[in-house]
């Protein structure tokens, strides 16, 4: 008996803990809301209480950056797991230019993230176009760049050894 592979609606639909491994405050993004083949739309709540928010509860807008690179995790991960699969572990290589378009995202406010893939390359690494939206208002955006490593714990042990 064969089982169908989940739709794009369905894997879509899931929890976001069953989608990247991020979890108690490290994970930020609340939920994703669409993806396809290129790219993944997601949304995530400014934790007023969170570890990361000032004075005034709102978020310092160089986390944006993790927002983004969650997402990424999020798309890579269920383009695996439509495949049948679980995505292979990967790492955030940075950013040339990540503009921050203010200096904090509201407490309370509800961001939303778009990454675009623009890059995938065999060997594990990839680039994303990626902005973060509150209402109509772009708030930040950069290329991200991603490594996922053939063998994630050789390449982790290499880069403390160097």
């Known amino acids: 008996m064969t089982t169908a592979m989940p739709t794009i609606e369905q894997l879509a639909q899931q929890p976001i803990e ?3 491994p991020h979890r108690g405050s ?3 993004i609340d939920a994703v809301d ?3 083949e290129e790219a993944l739309s997601a949304h995530a709540t400014v934790d007023a209480h969170a570890w990361y928010a000032d004075a005034d509860g709102a978020m310092p807008a160089w986390i944006g950056i993790e927002l983004m690179a969650q997402a990424i995790a999020a798309h890579v991960a269920l383009l695996a797991m439509r495949g049948g699969g679980r995505a292979r572990p990967g790492v955030l290589l940075g950013s040339r230019s990540y503009k921050a378009l203010q200096p904090t995202f509201a407490g309370g406010a ?3 993230i778009r990454v675009v893939e623009l890059l995938r390359s065999e060997e594990g690494h990839g680039a ?3 902005t973060i939206h509150h209402g109509d208002v772009c708030c930040a955006e950069a290329v991200v760049k991603v490594f996922q490593p053939p063998d994630f714990q050789s ?3 290499g880069s403390f050894s160097s």
């Open 18 to 20: 069953a989608i990247i």
């Open 26 to 28: 490290m994970l930020l």
């Open 34 to 36: 669409r993806f396809d």
């Open 110 to 112: 509800c961001l939303a």
């Open 128 to 130: 994303y176009e990626c």
């Open 155 to 157: 390449f982790i042990e």
